[in-house]
DNA sequence: CTGAAAGCGCTTACAG
DNA sequence: CTGAAAGCGCTTACAG
């Protein structure tokens, strides 16, 4: 039934000449004479003809295919952060006319998975890879990196380590975190909490010692009780501070959770305890999600630009696939603050 | 640098077997006395050897991957719907074993894009594709069932094409806008108008029938001036209904949108000429989009699971594709009314 | 400028 | 139960 039966081969007679000939017609070779690349391509135009991909797989050309791999113990379809996250990224690369082979990985200590992961890499199905949600050290993304593969990340940052095949994005954390407290500080909260995110992501501690070295420069004092551990997920913010709601001594005037979701869980939670945002206490997000404007009341938060971030990560992993070259690339976006009304002076 | 040198040869040559025996192990062939099995295996482990993906394609082997093709004019990122549409789809496939190749389309026209994605079959990179946001008729997935190839499709109807690779998935829109119209009329609604979908795309037409029969049903005249064209999107509710408001002479007091997003485009315009929604007149949507809770007022909509629906074109396209049969499939999903504040009885 | 031939790394009849 | 060999369809030195 399916028939894509003519070969080089096939075309190569048909038009009067060799495979090799027809071989550098297709890829574009300076030393054909015009006359005979015209010849040949009309036969190709008429015969539909297109190499087959494997083929020239096993004969070392590039696939033009990124592997994106996202890390996610949890379903993922209805979070919309992440789900915009893999659509830009695939939007980008198609836009540069490449073709985006997604896996979601639930598991990185599932060694089945991981050989797969790897495997990807080692038979050529893809010229580079991608990974979102992944452990600041993951070990996987660490070894691809030392056997030379492109590889893309968000949110990573390891001491050192520059190789010019590793293309890390992230976003200013510091310098969010500060202008998140320089705000509430400017609204006369001297004491804030912090629901921190998951430690073993680059942006976990990142966050919490942007919060410190921000409260330091205020002269405020971080009380290690409102220092409130979570992931960065709606569930744990919300566990986290129902949890928290239930033991601590004295409640901060602000609390400034590590990215939305979590704000969002922590409303919920607080709402739940009777507590009023921001009449009782001010909250603050960071990311300026979609959903931050909507909800009730408006989250004020910490605006990054997603889209240029998976933009320049899909551009950038492109090029250094393209022409490699010796020099470390890192970006870092910029963050910005955004008021709604979550947050009230006092 | 990169090195995945170690090939079925090697391997034959250091378990003390020929490559035919080597490959029947990994095939799992049931022809390999256990002691050889055992002796091959130990040897792949130990070299961490898999087999050349394009090398196995090559010689008639599937390559378990699916292509998703997005046809879209207009940038995706900030649609949530359609973003969780990829990442579900995905997350069925990657539950199953199976990578998804994604390629985002902007121009059905562009001959050159076209070729791409036909390419992308002919050429084996994948074993079936799936197709969203195409138009009813759209001719080349047609010539892609024609030709034998597995084919998902979300939202197609062609009379009397019940090929068994052919793959649908729709929703009940009938018993949907029978729903919609049903409530409206319950609350005492008579005057009620309608904005259609891209006429191009099946639902968009499905819809219209659907909502005039279930006008008729109970009676209700269809006021041809109520009718607003428009397509699925935010931005073309918002523009139609602009645009339909300046020129209108008398207003129904209820409209029913063909999707939520453009219920909030309408919602937009109508609250930019001064109409409060319900109390000016009642606006119903249709998906129960994420927002649809959201916003102010909550829009009342008809329900659908667009999660259950990906998932089960994944599961039933894998299974066409492992084992075709001769049945045509075709699944069509409930639709349920979830009743908000954006209809008042009147 | 062009062709014959090697090479990529598998799988699978075929023969024993 | 197992191996030698053909075949999949390209690209690319190599030789002319």
Redesign the interface.
């Known amino acids: ?4 039966e003519i070969n080089s081969i096939e075309i190569a007679r048909i038009a009067g000449v060799s495979r090799s000939t027809v071989s550098r017609v297709i890829n574009n070779y300076p030393n054909v004479p015009q006359a005979t690349r015209d010849k040949v391509m009309q036969v190709i135009e008429q015969y539909k003809y ?6 020239r ?2 004969s070392g050309m590039k696939t033009r ?1 990124i592997g994106l791999f996202l890390i996610s113990p949890e ?4 979070d ?1 952060l ?3 996250l ?3 990224f ?2 980008s690369a ?2 540069q006319g490449y ?6 990985i639930r598991n990185t200590r599932d060694s089945e998975v991981l ?1 797969k992961v790897k ?7 893809i010229d580079g890879g991608v990974f979102i949600g992944a452990a600041n050290h993951e070990p996987l993304i660490e070894e691809l990196i030392a ?3 492109v590889v893309g990340i968000i949110d990573q940052h390891i001491e050192g380590r520059n190789e010019p095949n590793r293309v890390i994005c992230n976003f200013g954390n510091d310098q969010g975190m500060k202008q998140g407290v320089d705000y509430l500080a400017s609204l006369n909260h001297r004491r804030i909490g912090f629901i921190a995110g998951d430690p073993l992501r680059c942006s976990g501690p990142e966050k919490l010692e942007g919060f410190k070295a921000a409260m330091r420069s205020h002269g405020l004092a971080v009380n290690p009780e409102w220092i409130i551990p979570a992931d960065f997920s709606e569930k744990s913010g919300y566990n986290s501070v129902k949890q928290w709601l239930s033991h601590v001594k004295e409640l901060p005037t602000a609390i400034f959770a590590c990215n939305d979701s979590v704000a969002f869980g922590a409303l919920a939670a607080l709402q739940e305890a009777g507590l009023c945002v921001p009449g009782d206490i001010s909250l603050m997000g960071f990311d300026d999600h ?2 931050s404007s ?2 009730q009341p408006a989250l004020t938060s910490i605006h990054v630009d997603f ?1 240029e971030m998976v933009d320049t990560l899909a551009s950038r992993l492109i090029k250094t696939i393209e022409e490699p070259d010796k020099e470390f690339k890192k970006y870092v976006g910029t963050t910005e603050l955004v008021i709604r009304e979550s947050c009230r002076a006092i």
């Open positions: 039934m399916k028939k894509n297109s190499p087959n991909f494997s083929a797989i096993m295919t379903e993922v379809f209805h919309s992440t789900n915009s893999i659509t830009g695939i939007e198609s836009n073709y985006v082979l997604t896996h979601i050989r495997e990807t890499f080692y038979q050529q199905r056997e030379g593969y979609l959903l909507r909800i889209a």
